[in-house]
């Protein structure tokens, strides 16, 4: 069986993702097990706990590997790694389209790439075949307006909260400094000074520049939508596929999404470099013909019941064991009372966001959830948003929006905002939401349990780190966080730990 080693991310949040006959079986960024947060690649030296742990999880060794697949051209192997290079946008528009469920679609990719920052793709099969490209594009501008508003390289998520909280009320006044005409973005040469001046005038105003934040995301929203209905128009296919780093933002995911000009969309686990760790040995895999097209989120290391026993025993820890049934109920009883939840179970999310296997929970109904999360917790403003889980099957009874985002790619407007005041920003309107489906079992369990006990199925899911940590991986990093943080209940598999 030919085994290939995806490694990506070299600026920051390293990955590596190993393939088996075409199958991604195992995916984790170097974080996760280094715990120095974003780590990028090393100076000629791989991301070897990354490399070591997803080759264990896939079953293999290191003798094992075929080839390392990179598709960064500041990667640099040691010697004696057999590497295999893939073009960068060709490695994006894999992981968008060899890891969705279509047949055949187009392809957009979107990042900061230099002299390359948009591309377009026909996928057929397995076979992607570009279009045309742009050298400079909407990642990058957003970028620099991010900049503009003091918000660093790497940042850009602190722009589209910040734009969540404004109106879009003066979008119109960029209708001459960002046009799309002629299939060509066009920037007029002042824009900077005319960004300045609408920042300057929101401080003025309120402190805060959302207006103006808001503004340049609706803005640059409207040219991305005319560019897809470009799309459209010329290939006159029913799906689009998404990725490149500016897809990680949800608002334009959404505004695609619900726009319809494609009948569907797909929007990949990780849309930026660090999910070119597993579309890039996709593209190199010589048993390419039978692709195996579904990828999970949960591809990380596992810890069974021993191994938190032993965990928590080394540690001289008290606990009880309750199992299933048993720790969702004790589960349901916290959050129903206010209390913060750290929730560790089964595999570890790979992608950049916690989806119910190594999670922070709360009820999104509670008085202090925002304050108790984004003050206490993660040490940051108090505007700052945080997404919501609930059963699939129950997504069209609180919001509206898309009916299906598995790995909380989209976001969606509550149909009754007052039940949502305490965990919604003073002007925010929408949020991102995680559809969760009956495969999930404890968590889907959860989220049963807790309507019946509650009357309302949602709960709000953030990363399970502390400040400035990256998610937590072993049972290890979970209790160091939960004794350091204001964390009232912790949940290991079976195991309950309580303050």
């Not at 993702?17 to 195992?26: E, K, L, P, Q, T």
């Not at 918000?151 to 850009?156: A, F, N, P, R």
């Not at 640059?220 to 290939?235: M, N, P």
């Not at 039940?419 to 079992?441: D, E, K, L, N, Y």
Request: net charge neutral; with cysteine.
């Amino acid at each position: 069986m030919a085994t290939l080693v995806g490694i990506a991310g070299a600026n920051r949040n390293a990955c590596v993702a190993v393939s088996v006959d075409g199958r991604i079986c195992a995916a984790c960024e170097q974080e996760r097990l280094s715990r120095v947060r974003g780590v990028g690649l090393p100076t000629h030296r791989p991301p070897t706990e990354a490399i070591n742990e997803t080759l264990a999880l896939a079953g293999r060794s290191l003798q094992d590997a075929a080839a390392f697949v990179i598709s960064e051209p500041n990667v640099h192997l040691p010697a004696g790694f057999a590497t295999v290079s893939v073009e960068h946008h060709r490695a994006h528009a894999a992981t968008a389209f060899l890891t969705s469920p279509f047949e055949r679609a187009v392809v957009l990719v979107c990042d900061t790439t230099p002299n390359r920052e948009l591309s377009v793709w026909n996928a057929d099969g397995t076979t992607l075949e570009e279009r045309w490209w742009w050298p400079h594009a909407f990642a990058s501008l957003y970028s620099e307006c991010a900049r503009l508003f003091q918000i660093g390289s790497g940042q850009e998520h602190r722009l589209e909260a910040l734009a969540h909280l404004g109106r879009g009320l003066r979008a119109a006044e960029l209708s001459n400094v960002f046009r799309y005409v002629d299939g060509i973005l066009q920037v007029d040469k002042d824009w900077r000074t005319r960004i300045a001046g609408m920042i300057q005038s929101d401080r003025r105003s309120d402190g805060q520049p959302t207006e103006a934040a808001s503004a340049v995301q609706c803005r640059i929203g409207e040219l991305l939508l005319e560019l897809v209905a470009d799309l459209k128009r010329s290939s006159g296919r029913d799906a689009l596929c998404v990725g490149g780093g500016l897809f990680y933002n949800t608002y334009f995911t959404t505004l695609i999404r619900t726009a319809g000009i494609f009948d569907d969309v797909f929007v990949p686990i990780n849309p930026g470099n660090a999910g070119l760790a597993v579309g890039a040995p996709l593209v190199a895999s010589e048993n390419h013909r039978s692709l195996s097209r579904e990828v999970s989120p949960f591809l990380g290391p596992e810890y069974d019941s021993t191994a938190i026993k032993a965990e928590l025993d080394g540690c001289k820890l008290s606990y009880e064991f309750l199992g299933q049934s048993g720790t969702v109920d004790v589960t349901v009883d916290a959050l129903a009372r206010g209390q913060l939840v750290g929730w560790f179970q089964g595999r570890m999310e790979w992608g950049h966001r916690s989806l119910g296997h190594r999670s922070i929970l709360a009820d999104p109904m509670s008085p202090y959830v925002l304050d108790n999360l984004n003050v206490f917790l993660r040490k940051r403003e108090r505007w700052r948003s945080f997404g919501v889980s609930i059963c699939e099957d129950e997504v069209g009874d609180y919001f509206r929006g898309p009916l299906s985002s598995p790995w909380m790619q989209y976001e969606s407007t509550p149909l009754d905002p007052e039940r949502f005041r305490h965990v919604m920003p003073s002007g925010a309107s929408s949020i991102r939401v995680q559809t969760v489906i009956p495969q999930s079992r404890m968590f889907w369990s959860l989220h049963k349990r807790m309507a019946q006990a509650t009357g309302r199925g949602v709960l709000v899911n953030t990363s399970f780190n502390s400040f400035q940590e990256p998610i937590v991986c072993s049972p290890r990093d979970a209790v160091r966080v939960f004794y350091g943080t204001g964390l009232d209940l912790l949940v290991l598999g079976g195991f309950v730990i309580r303050k």
